[in-house]
């Protein structure tokens, strides 16, 4: 009787495991997630909001940033959110960037935004 | 009993390897599955780092690639970002779910990054995640 001789597909398939170990990349994304508000709508969808509810943080064309047009640090901005939102819950947060300040310090800001567990936000571009 | 030792000294112990081959076999159908090949090479991007990242799924995801020169790519073209409009246009009407990941270099100046949200508005495809490093060391950030 003619038989198939497999001793070597264990050898084979140690290769071909081998190759997918090493090319596997586990979907490793995170990011933080914004809904943006869309396209303009009719006038009576417009949300107004009191100024008193409303706390601007600024990211300047330097990088520095400012709460309520007080400068501040990156590392205060969490309990100082924190407090705002506890104090008043209305609180609608506004991140204004300047364009030409840095990506990734408007994105240090929205994280320290998103662990003060500030849901309502908004990203605004600053005036050249 | 003398002998029993005798008998067995004399054998040489064997580990049986017979199911070694299905082992492995399991194993390489575990990782074919799960591997991903990378689809686009994008631009190189030095993401910034942050904590309060969320997960999101892959399949609804579509990449935008900024560098910090502020040059765009999207599935591996360099684009203007006028062209934003109807590449993502079309994407959103054919995954209503989509997610736009912002894969964009720390240093790249906001002013492109909101361009390029504005486009997306029109565009109707409003949910973004800017993506960000996996933290490493708490702290150190930007």
Redesign the interface.
């Known amino acids: 009787m003619g038989e198939v001789n497999t001793s070597a597909t264990a050898d084979i398939s140690f290769l071909l495991l081998i190759f997918f170990i090493v090319s596997t990349i586990f979907a490793e994304e995170q990011g933080l997630i914004m809904i943006l508000p869309g396209k303009k709508r009719e006038q009576d969808d417009v949300v107004r909001v009191r100024e008193s509810n409303i706390a601007t943080i600024r990211v300047n064309y330097d990088n520095s940033l400012t709460l309520d047009k007080k400068p501040v640090e990156l590392n205060q901005i969490k309990n100082l959110v924190e407090a705002r939102i506890l104090a008043n819950e209305k609180t609608v947060v506004v991140l204004e960037t300047h364009p030409d300040a840095h990506y990734g310090r408007m994105v240090a800001v929205l994280d320290e935004l998103k662990l003060a567990n500030a849901r309502k936000l908004t990203l605004k571009t600053g005036k050249r | 009993m003398a002998m029993d030792f005798g008998r067995s000294a004399r054998k040489e112990p064997q580990i049986p ?1 017979a199911s ?2 299905d082992i ?2 399991l ?2 159908i575990f ?2 599955v ?5 689809k686009e090479t994008g631009l190189p991007v030095e993401l ?9 799924q ?1 399949e609804l ?1 579509a990449n935008i690639y ?1 560098d910090r020169a502020g040059r765009i790519s999207v599935d591996d073209r360099l684009v203007q970002v006028k062209h934003i409009r109807d590449i993502f246009r079309q994407k959103a009407s054919e995954n209503p779910l989509l ?1 736009v ?2 894969k ?11 361009d390029v ?1 504005e486009e ?3 565009a ?1 495809a ?7 490093d ?1 933290e490493i060391n708490p702290g150190v ?2």
């Open positions: 390897t070694m081959g492995v076999f194993l390489l990782f074919m799960t591997t991903v090949f990378r910034p780092r942050a904590e309060a990242g969320e997960e999101a892959r995801l900024i997610i990941a912002f964009t270099d720390t240093n790249t100046p906001y002013g492109v990054v909101s949200m997306l508005k029109e109707n409003v949910r973004v995640l800017f993506q960000n996996v950030k930007y």
